[in-house]
């Protein structure tokens, strides 16, 4: 596990996992303002590269309470 604490405050934590013998997974948890919709695109951009290889991307938010975003993506010599 990482805490990283922001300039504002904020703490990031990032953690990593085995799911399966085959696939592996990030997590970052914020304890930020919450993800809005409709501005920038860095979510829609990080969904593209991950779905190149042959993984998946999953946000969830609330206003002012926590982000969680899970990446999850197959071991090296594993992708299709």
């Known amino acids: 596990i990482?805490?990283?604490h922001g300039d504002r405050?904020?703490?990031?934590?990032?953690t990593t996992a085995k799911v399966t013998s085959d696939t592996v997974e990030i997590e970052f948890i914020d304890n930020g303002t919450g993800l809005t919709k409709g501005i920038g695109m860095g979510l829609a951009i990080s969904t593209g590269i991950i779905?190149?290889?042959s993984g998946t991307i999953t946000a969830e938010s609330l206003p002012e309470q926590d982000t969680r975003i899970r990446i999850r993506l197959p071991k090296a010599g594993n992708v299709t």
């Open 2 to 4: 990482l805490e990283k």
């Open 9 to 14: 405050g904020g703490t990031i934590h990032v």
């Open 51 to 53: 779905q190149e290889f």
